[in-house]
């Protein structure tokens, strides 16, 4: 269910009221009343934040019941130039616990959906060859292999229930649309699907997973989503990148390359969930 504290700004997943105690009732009622069929992760995910920080900006993940036969997952940039250890500029140095823990979480999931013949759309960010997107350096390029799903989503290329949308931008709805045709990619698919529900996870949180997220939103608000109502976005499958204030001085960055890791990921979860999303400690999938 979605927290109270989602709940003043953001349309909930069920209909249950707004206090955590009647969440949790209702939680337990609407599980009776259809069949679980999975919970991702298996118990929700602990919420390991600045405590300062989570004062200040408070964000509130919750266990959030998704009806399978009404809902899409869409897997962000989970590919090798993001998460893979020295797989690119943008890639981390070294391996990092937060991004392992999203590809894990984002493979069983994306398992559940693919074998209760669920609908899939994976973006992957994929750019032309010296064709700059700035502030950020080269990244992605076409043919460099850091523009391929990580290893342990590479047989989603083969999936028939998944969808594959190459963008060359941050944003993952700009990015679905064709230049020539104007026709948007993830629009047709969540159109095509009949979709009620979309279940986001990825990299960056802060940066592409909100971006798309910011944007779908906006898109269901001004009725261009068909049936859609709720965004949930499930934090243990989110991931975001950490450059310290220390070595962005050292490498001679501006100021604004800055970012930490921890704080960056849960500012993007508070934007998202400010602006209506619903943030997701466990997935119960229901049938």
Not at 59 to 71: F, G, I
Not at 225 to 245: Q, S
């Amino acid at each position: 269910m979605v927290s109270s504290d989602q709940r003043s700004s953001a349309p909930s997943v069920s209909s249950a009221s707004s206090t955590p105690e009647t969440q949790d009732a209702a939680t337990s009622s609407d599980v009776a009343a259809s069949c679980v069929v999975q919970r991702i992760p298996a118990t929700p995910a602990e919420w390991m934040t600045s405590g300062e920080l989570d004062a200040r900006l408070p964000v509130r993940p919750a266990v959030v019941p998704v009806s399978l036969p009404t809902a899409g997952l869409i897997i962000v940039d989970e590919i090798n130039g993001f998460c893979q250890a020295a797989g690119g500029a943008l890639a981390p140095q070294a391996p990092n616990a937060q991004v392992s823990r999203m590809i894990a979480l984002s493979d069983t999931l994306a398992r559940t959906f693919s074998e209760r013949r669920r609908p899939l759309l994976a973006f992957i960010d994929s750019h032309a060859p010296g064709k700059p997107e700035p502030p950020y350096p080269a990244h992605c390029e076409q043919g460099s292999g850091e523009d391929e799903l990580v290893a342990e989503l590479a047989w989603l290329e083969e999936e028939p229930q998944a969808t594959l949308v190459r963008k060359d931008c941050i944003n993952g709805y700009v990015g679905a649309i064709d230049p020539h045709t104007q026709v948007n990619a993830l629009q047709e698919w969540v159109s095509d699907e009949g979709l009620e529900t979309l279940v986001v996870v990825g990299i960056c949180t802060d940066i592409c997973v909100m971006d798309l997220v910011l944007t779908l939103l906006s898109a269901r608000n001004h009725g261009l989503l068909g049936k859609v109502r709720d965004i949930v976005v499930l934090e243990p499958g989110c991931a975001t990148y950490d450059l310290p204030a220390e070595v962005v001085a050292q490498l001679g960055l501006p100021d604004t390359a800055t970012h930490p890791q921890a704080d960056s990921h849960h500012i993007g979860l508070y934007c998202m969930a400010a602006r209506g999303a619903v943030i997701a400690s466990q997935l119960e999938l229901t049938s």
